[in-house]
């Protein structure tokens, strides 16, 4: 019984790191690091997540607990329903964009698992760099494997496959993290490792610029995915006797650690090559080109892909999972019917990724491409301000002895003082350091 139990909690302990790890850690993390130049942003980042990041992610947990409901119902089951019903509808919305772009990267990952896989089978290598000419020149390629992407997931959404996938992924994690370390090891003994080391730790705040804090914010909410109810609908679902505030910690630490690992990666490969310039295709031209190097290298690039494609098809199925949540909850769709809709949605959204990197991409503004704007839009924008509202509806929307019932139900923090400092980073530090964001973020604009 107790292994049953045990079994059940980590299983969704770990479905849950699943869900907010994977892309965020390896593809964006190292990218929004380079475009702020380094350690001053790391450290940034990380006071972020403890102040910011793990309130907002026990709030979500929490609320979904409470409720045992997505977001639209669980908005409705407090007083204040049928006004806060638009916040719900905005994260739903925002789910969708994002997952359609989130589909477009994933793709790309797949694509590299593909090459990775003939290469093994048929024992020849494959050079990185013309792979992703080729998938930049041919956006149908792209269209094609985000529709494949996105088909799979109608797939196991549509027949309620995702409990079981999602805890698989899980599963499969602590291999992932195995060969990243393996992969990471390797990199730190090259030449160029020390200076990666000291751009990545040393603390150089005068690289930062003006939206280098909401590009922090962004990338906390968008790695621990926040903002989106993706965890309000995971805390439905978590065994009641889950100690929440326990396992925010976890997973909040779980998930900085692969990001920095990502970093101890990347950044001794870019500083040997010759492009140091930041680049949403960083991760997708340094690793493969390292991997062919090594010593078995198609195994560890077919393994390496394989996981990064399982742990981005987990977290998308929980973007999905939250849209069709939501659809079937209050439209009164049945469940095929919610993710075939939403899956024809998110492929129509993933059609602005696409273009901005394949048939659009001589357009720029400010010197950016436009899959790089539509990312900053998304992440650096919206998503501070949906979490800012979210984060005032569980501060005001919910009565006080409600969340305090709830936050010391069963953890371990049964004192009063760790339920005093979560509401009060939920007040306070959120509000304002989402609100100072937006603004430095216009002013460097009208700079
Ligand atoms: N947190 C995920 C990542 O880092 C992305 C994600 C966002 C997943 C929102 C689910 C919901 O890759």
């Given at each position: 019984?107790?292994?049953?139990?045990w079994?059940?909690?980590?299983?969704?302990?770990?479905?849950?790191?699943?869900?907010?790890?994977?892309?965020?850690?390896?593809?964006?993390?190292?990218?929004?690091?380079?475009?702020?130049?380094?350690?001053?942003?790391?450290?940034?980042?990380?006071f972020?997540?403890?102040?910011?990041?793990?309130?907002?992610?026990?709030?979500?947990?929490?609320?979904?607990?409470?409720?045992?409901?997505?977001?639209?119902?669980?908005?409705?089951f407090?007083?204040e329903?049928?006004?806060?019903?638009?916040?719900?509808?905005?994260?739903?919305?925002?789910?969708?964009?994002?997952?359609?772009?989130?589909?477009?990267?994933?793709?790309?990952?797949?694509?590299?698992?593909?090459?990775?896989?003939?290469?093994?089978?048929?024992?020849?290598n494959?050079?990185?760099?013309?792979?992703?000419?080729?998938?930049?020149?041919?956006?149908?390629?792209?269209?094609?494997?985000?529709?494949?992407?996105?088909?799979?997931?109608?797939?196991?959404?549509?027949?309620?496959?995702?409990?079981?996938?999602?805890?698989?992924?899980?599963?499969?994690?602590?291999?992932?993290?195995?060969?990243?370390?393996?992969?990471?090891?390797?990199?730190?003994?090259?030449?160029?490792?020390?200076?990666?080391?000291?751009?990545?730790?040393?603390?150089?705040?005068?690289?930062?610029?003006?939206?280098?804090?909401?590009?922090?914010?962004?990338?906390?909410?968008?790695?621990?995915?926040?903002?989106?109810?993706?965890?309000?609908?995971?805390?439905?679902?978590?065994?009641?006797?889950?100690?929440?505030?326990?396992?925010?910690?976890?997973?909040?630490?779980?998930?900085?650690?692969?990001?920095?690992l990502?970093?101890?990666?990347?950044?001794?490969?870019?500083?040997?090559?010759?492009?140091?310039?930041?680049?949403?295709?960083?991760?997708?031209?340094?690793?493969?080109?390292?991997?062919?190097?090594?010593?078995?290298?198609?195994?560890?690039?077919?393994?390496?892909?394989?996981?990064?494609?399982?742990?981005?098809?987990?977290?998308?199925?929980?973007?999905?999972?939250?849209?069709?949540?939501?659809?079937?909850?209050?439209?009164?769709?049945?469940?095929?019917?919610?993710?075939?809709?939403?899956?024809?949605?998110?492929?129509?959204?993933?059609?602005?990724?696409?273009l901005?990197?394949?048939y659009?991409?001589?357009?720029?503004?400010?010197?950016?491409?436009?899959?790089?704007?539509?990312d900053?839009?998304?992440?650096?924008?919206?998503?501070?301000?949906?979490?800012?509202?979210?984060?005032?509806?569980?501060?005001?929307?919910?009565?006080?002895?409600?969340?305090?019932?709830?936050?010391?139900?069963?953890?371990?923090?049964?004192?009063?003082?760790?339920?005093?400092?979560?509401?009060?980073?939920?007040?306070?530090?959120?509000?304002?350091?989402?609100?100072?964001?937006?603004?430095?973020?216009?002013?460097?604009?009208?700079?």
């Amino acid at each position: 019984m107790i292994l049953k139990v045990w079994g059940a909690r980590l299983g969704f302990f770990l479905a849950l790191v699943a869900s907010a790890s994977g892309l965020g850690n390896l593809w964006r993390f190292p990218y929004v690091v380079a475009e702020n130049g380094g350690g001053g942003f790391v450290i940034l980042y990380i006071f972020l997540v403890l102040i910011v990041g793990l309130p907002l992610l026990i709030g979500e947990l929490l609320v979904g607990r409470l409720t045992g409901k997505s977001i639209l119902s669980s908005l409705s089951f407090f007083k204040e329903g049928k006004r806060t019903r638009h916040l719900g509808n905005l994260s739903i919305l925002v789910c969708l964009l994002v997952l359609g772009y989130f589909s477009v990267i994933s793709s790309w990952v797949l694509f590299f698992f593909f090459k990775y896989a003939i290469a093994l089978f048929t024992s020849q290598n494959f050079v990185s760099q013309s792979a992703i000419t080729q998938l930049m020149e041919q956006g149908w390629l792209q269209m094609l494997l985000t529709a494949l992407h996105i088909t799979l997931l109608f797939a196991v959404v549509g027949k309620e496959l995702e409990d079981g996938l999602e805890k698989f992924v899980g599963y499969l994690m602590p291999l992932f993290a195995v060969i990243l370390c393996m992969l990471v090891w390797r990199s730190l003994s090259l030449s160029t490792a020390e200076e990666a080391m000291r751009y990545l730790f040393y603390p150089n705040f005068s690289d930062l610029n003006w939206s280098s804090l909401s590009s922090a914010l962004g990338q906390v909410l968008f790695t621990l995915s926040l903002g989106f109810t993706t965890m309000v609908t995971f805390g439905s679902l978590l065994p009641k006797d889950t100690d929440v505030p326990k396992a925010g910690v976890g997973i909040a630490s779980i998930d900085s650690v692969l990001s920095i690992l990502a970093g101890m990666l990347i950044f001794p490969l870019l500083l040997g090559g010759t492009n140091r310039e930041p680049d949403p295709l960083m991760l997708f031209q340094a690793v493969p080109e390292f991997i062919n190097q090594l010593p078995g290298g198609n195994v560890y690039g077919f393994l390496f892909f394989l996981f990064l494609y399982l742990v981005a098809f987990g977290a998308s199925i929980s973007l999905l999972e939250t849209v069709v949540s939501n659809f079937s909850e209050n439209h009164r769709l049945s469940r095929v019917r919610a993710s075939f809709i939403s899956g024809t949605m998110c492929f129509l959204l993933s059609l602005i990724p696409v273009l901005a990197t394949s048939y659009l991409s001589h357009i720029k503004i400010r010197s950016s491409n436009l899959l790089v704007v539509w990312d900053h839009l998304l992440v650096n924008w919206l998503m501070p301000l949906i979490a800012l509202m979210i984060a005032l509806w569980i501060c005001y929307g919910i009565p006080n002895e409600i969340k305090e019932a709830e936050f010391k139900k069963n953890d371990t923090f049964k004192d009063d003082s760790m339920f005093k400092h979560w509401i009060f980073m939920m007040m306070w530090a959120v509000p304002i350091i989402t609100i100072l964001a937006i603004i430095l973020n216009i002013v460097g604009i009208l700079q």
